[in-house]
């Protein structure tokens, strides 16, 4: 296709657009290496002692240990339940597929205040509020969905005709499924387990209705010690929840190319 | 070569009524949303009707007590209109902020457009908390702004934050990747041989934008506003730590009710209220998508 | 040679449960598809002897495929049965069929190797590894891929996928192969090759085949029998020979070959077309389809007399086009135009535009079918 010459005042408000909205990660970095005990910038003189009092600072280590483990369990338990829902209902279509998938789906409409909310009043009810299994169910509420969507599209774009090939060379609906199917749809799940990772790590609001002082993951962590103080502590952990971010989201597209030249 | 030799290491499967499978395979994912959203959302529905005593606790009886208070209290109508304004400001300033970028994303091409898509989706993956933090960075008192401005002589800090005018900024920079991504959608179907077409017609550029580019874009903005500002409705986290507890919209109110004041069913009721400004605009929006055809 | 199209060769198959016993290695009896606003298979009856080649040959949407997967177990049939050496498969589920399938897309396993793809069918039957090793090399070595086991299908040409999907049906060896349009992804020149190449195979082993195809040309030249299709039932089942020569319906004398056809009223054992009494073989009469193959037209430029039996006109060339072994001409003869066919005996025959010339043919070649009411 021929490049089109864009105009000067395009480029110019474009550019205004960008850097507004990558202003404030870009800020974080420096302000990271900060020397100051208060939050100022440019910072009077650059250290470590910020990353250095991450590693000090027990309770936001044991937030992000906590986090860990709580978006690595969602996402296995999402991909055990989103598989088996989404092959119930692209390939064996029952009546109302459609209406199946759009009610399951709906958490994602609704605003996370409302769904946080409404997940504290009955979790408070059956006293498993500020509990590790209480934070599981919500979280597990709001990626589901994620998972369901990327899974079904992901099984709703393999072609059939490979799947009836296996059974008709003599390998049983289990067998299809275990050796055909599965390998074929390896892309999709890991592209669901990526987002529902993610989307668990960073979840503030349910996590922020779901918390108590033993079960407190890295964003509500940090939201309550934004809100408590004003030092570059969270600027530092930023830059290493960027890192992590940015590992997680190569090591996804690694595996994710691995698995789609595997495919082919 | 006949086929009777190989017919009897043919495996014989357990036999599963299709049925039964459908429902055993279903049924995880059922109970999640059952107990983890249909039970709440219809609990929280009714708590908003259910009296309480002074002291927070509930009495079990059927109450319009708070209903009441939301209609008559003005208090709760500023609220409300604060919220729908604030979040319409936002709308609009997220939309003239990002109609450029998704225009010129929409017109560059190759390695270069990945790689600017990239910058606009990966914000996404950061906790709101981590960018509302960097925008207190640079807007506080000792902030990227002020000290640059005291620096060039001024005196005083400018209030940047702990007030409305921070809630907007931050929140407009935090919904700019949901707009830009709704924007482009919308101009996939625009041609760059039509604005060709009518530039060899002689419109200048301004009107070729102006009368081919804006009309042809409208979908994606009508979108694009929409998410926005639903998305700015119910908001808390950039409110809360950008309004420092000064400034009250329904979220944030929702959220107090519910932590502080422990006052569920007014909570339930502001809730509720969340998703009928949800409701009006997705009406709104349903109604602009047909008078644009 | 009078048939209405609805007497073709199904006569309407009880539909019961009544067994009739099968005649063939393969036998559909009554075979039906109803969708809930259509009919897709139409009470198909149909006997193939072990080791022949069948092919099923129709427009899309004529049922065949459908058919092809009912034989196959991928489409559960709403009527008849599939009984293959006696015994009955209608209930049978596909992965205890034991059939063949070599699918239009090839469908083979992408994340497997060409060996892998092929040992697949093998390991589902629990067969020793060595076994399995044999096998699988033997049916490499069958459709010449050697060198190629460990590639992947995406690093192989279509020809290549191909082969990989003959031989993964092969390998276990089915007893029906069924082909579904395995040519029509591939290249003209590709296409000739593996037709021959699937026919030397078929024939070697001795496998029966059931081939589904929209072109005749593939019909004809690869198969012993063939079953013409139409709207879901069979209009006609015989040799390429017998549909070429004696077409019993207008749709398989139109579908199978080039015809002129024209609509006229036969008269006994003329028709009348327009103005022109054309000479047939058979006694009918009433409103009719008649139909004339291009090529059994002998054009020239002399004016022979008509003799007995023999259909004479004289007519103008309006159009000459040169298609290698062919010369193709348009022919209007009072107000009819025919399309009439000469082999190229070496260069400088052709006749050109606004020649007169006379068209013959014996009466035999006037196929004619009685319209029906």
Known sequence: MEEKPVSPVLKVLAAFGFLFLLAPVLIVVPLSFSNDVFMSFPPSGYSLRWYIAIGANAKLLDAFLFSVKLASLVTVVNILIAVPASYALIRKAPFGADAIMSLLTAPLLLPTIVLGLALLIVMARAGYLATPQGIFLAHLVVTLPYALRVIATALSTLPIAVEEAAATLGASPLSVFFRITLPMLMPGIVAAAALSFLVSFDEVVLSLFMNGPKVTTLPVELYHHVESRADPLVAAASVLLVVFTLAVVIIVDRSLGLAKTFVK | MTASATHAALPEAPKLDGRALIVMLLLPITAVNLIGFILPVVNLAMISFMEVRSTGAMTGNWSFAKWQLVVTDPFYWELLWNSVRTSLTITLLTLLVSYPVALYLHRSSGMWRSILLVMVISPLLLSAVVRTYGWIAILSDRGLINNGLMALGFDGPLRLMFNLTGVVIGLTEILMPYMILALLAGFGKLDSRVEEAAATLGASPFRVFWRVVLPLSLPGIALGSLLTFVLAVSSFITPKLLGGGRVFLLATEVYDQAIVTLDWPLAATLSIIVLVVFGVALTIYSRVLKSLG | ?373
């Open chain 3, 1 to 373: 040679m009078i048939h209405h199209a609805s007497t073709a060769t199904n006569i309407a198959a009880p539909l019961g449960n009544e067994a009739k016993p099968g005649h063939g290695f393969l036998s559909l009896q009554g075979l039906s598809k109803r969708y809930s606003e259509f009919v897709a298979v139409d009470a198909v009856d149909l006997d193939v002897n072990q080791g022949e080649f069948v092919s099923l040959l129709g427009p899309s949407g004529c049922g065949k495929t459908t058919t092809l997967r009912m034989i196959a177990g991928l489409v559960q049939a709403s009527g008849g049965r599939i009984v293959v050496a006696g015994r009955d498969l209608t209930a049978i589920p596909p992965f205890r069929r034991d059939m063949g399938l070599v699918f239009q897309s090839y469908a083979l396993f992408p994340h497997m190797s060409v060996a892998g793809n092929i040992a697949f069918g093998l390991e589902m039957r629990g067969l020793s590894r060595s076994e399995i090793s044999n096998r699988v090399t033997e049916a490499i070595a069958l459709v010449r891929l050697e060198g190629r086991e460990n590639r992947r299908p995406s690093e192989l040409s279509g020809g290549q996928q191909q082969r990989v999907a003959l031989a993964r049906a092969l390998v276990i060896r089915p007893s029906i192969l069924l082909l579904d349009e395995p040519l029509s992804n591939l290249d003209a020149k590709l296409r000739d090759e593996m037709r021959t190449e699937i026919r030397d195979i078929q024939r070697r082993l001795g496998t029966t085949a059931i081939f589904v195809t929209h072109d005749q040309d593939e019909a004809l030249t690869m198969s012993d029998r063939v079953v013409v299709m139409n709207h879901g039932r069979i209009e006609q089942t015989g040799t390429p020979e017998d549909l070429y020569e004696r077409p019993r319906t207008p749709f398989v004398a139109s579908f199978v070959g080039r015809t002129n056809r024209f609509s006229g009223t036969a008269l006994g054992r003329s028709v009348k077309l327009g103005d022109t009494l054309v000479h047939s073989a058979t006694e009918a009469n009433g409103p009719a389809d008649v139909m004339i193959r291009p090529h059994r037209i002998t054009i020239s430029t002399g004016s022979a007399a008509a003799s007995g039996g023999q259909n004479t006109l004289s007519g103008i060339v309006r159009r000459m086009t040169y298609a290698g072994n062919l010369l193709q001409y348009d022919v209007l003869a009072g107000d009819l135009t025919f399309q009439v066919e000469e082999a190229t005996l070496g260069s400088g025959r052709a006749l050109a535009p606004g020649t007169t010339v006379t068209l013959s043919w014996s009466a035999q070649d006037t196929l004619v079918f009685e319209a029906k009411p």
